[in-house]
């Protein structure tokens, strides 16, 4: 990976979101971040994303941290908890709100459906409807969703600039942001705040400079450089690894039981076994044998995936 746009010491995290066990693709997201940021002498915090209430579970937490053990992928520090984070939402949600560029949205995600343009991207682009509403149709909207006992979400109004970013293992990334982004949401309609503000906040408040995530995310990222530069807050590199997919071409996901960790242990027997056989699929080392993760930083290839969005698990 070129490393001409790092800041350093390098300061990376793991953010993962408590929602099940993991699998071959968040490994080998965690494993890349990991030999990484230690072959640069960085540091790796830990984050548990658990904003979203209807699925993040306490205990996927406690396993996901000891899984991390088990993987000899340790982390340095304490322990970063969206779901405790509440206040400092609030006031960057305050802030931009101020900035008079936030709208309540009464949209469902039928409407929202129906309303876009078909788009390439996995990501459904908002037409920007609720933009449109005047002050006293806002205001009706609000009184008839009050009196279901229900809230609108918040959006974040976007210009028509494009959004540039070099992408260390990507390369070059440039997006227009009213084409592929759209005004988007920084809090839902159940007043949680939404993943692309809190991951804003907490990569700013817990240093990090690097940020290591799976390809799925490329997407996100002008979303975050926006609200960084609105929020005043410096931007760290980026780097997306690719993605773990299905034969079909569908990413991994936490059905997949194929390529869940605990399905990994009983087909390559021990930890080395698994981190070895993601690393050979992945190109990171030549043949498929056992390694740690203390052997996987002497001798991993980390650029055998550059440009490298996708790859096939077997
Ligand atoms: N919590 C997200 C996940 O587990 C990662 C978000 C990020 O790295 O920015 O997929």
């Excluded at 293992?169 to 592929?180: I, T, V």
Aim: net charge negative.
């Amino acid at each position: 990976m070129c490393s001409q746009a790092l800041q350093h010491p390098v300061v990376t995290r793991f953010a993962p979101s408590p929602t099940g066990r993991m699998h071959a693709g968040n490994i080998f997201s965690y494993l890349y971040a990991w030999l990484f940021t230690k072959r640069h002498g960085g540091k790796v915090l830990l984050r548990i994303e658990d904003l979203d209430n209807t699925r993040s579970r306490a205990s996927y937490a406690d396993q996901i941290k000891q899984d991390f053990e088990m993987l000899g992928l340790y982390w340095d520090g304490e322990v970063l908890i969206q779901s405790q984070r509440n206040e400092a939402y609030t006031k960057a949600f305050e802030t931009l709100k101020q900035l008079g560029l936030t709208y309540p949205c009464f949209c469902t995600r039928a409407d929202i459906h129906a309303a876009s343009a078909p788009h390439a991207g996995e990501q459904l682009v908002y037409p920007g409807t609720c933009a449109l509403l005047t002050p006293s149709q806002q205001s009706a909207r609000l009184q008839e969703l009050g009196q279901e006992g229900r809230s609108p979400s918040v959006r974040i109004k976007i210009g028509s600039e494009t959004i540039g970013f070099h992408d260390l293992l990507q390369g070059e990334q440039s997006y227009s942001c009213k084409d592929e982004c759209g005004d988007f949401v920084i809090r839902r309609s159940d007043g949680g705040y939404a993943y692309q503000l809190a991951v804003v906040v907490d990569d700013a408040e817990q240093d990090v400079n690097l940020v290591v995530r799976g390809a799925d995310l490329l997407a996100s990222t002008p979303m975050q450089i926006y609200l960084q530069q609105l929020l005043g807050l410096g931007q760290p590199s980026y780097a997306h690894v690719p993605l773990i997919c299905t034969q079909d071409g569908r990413r991994i996901a936490k059905r997949d039981h194929d390529a869940s960790l605990d399905e990994l242990l009983s087909q390559y027997k021990t930890i080395e076994g698994v981190l070895g056989h993601i690393a050979y699929i992945t190109g990171l080392i030549e043949s498929d044998q056992a390694m740690s993760a203390q052997d996987l930083l002497k001798s991993a290839h980390l650029s055998a995936v550059e440009g490298v969005r996708k790859i096939p698990w077997r």
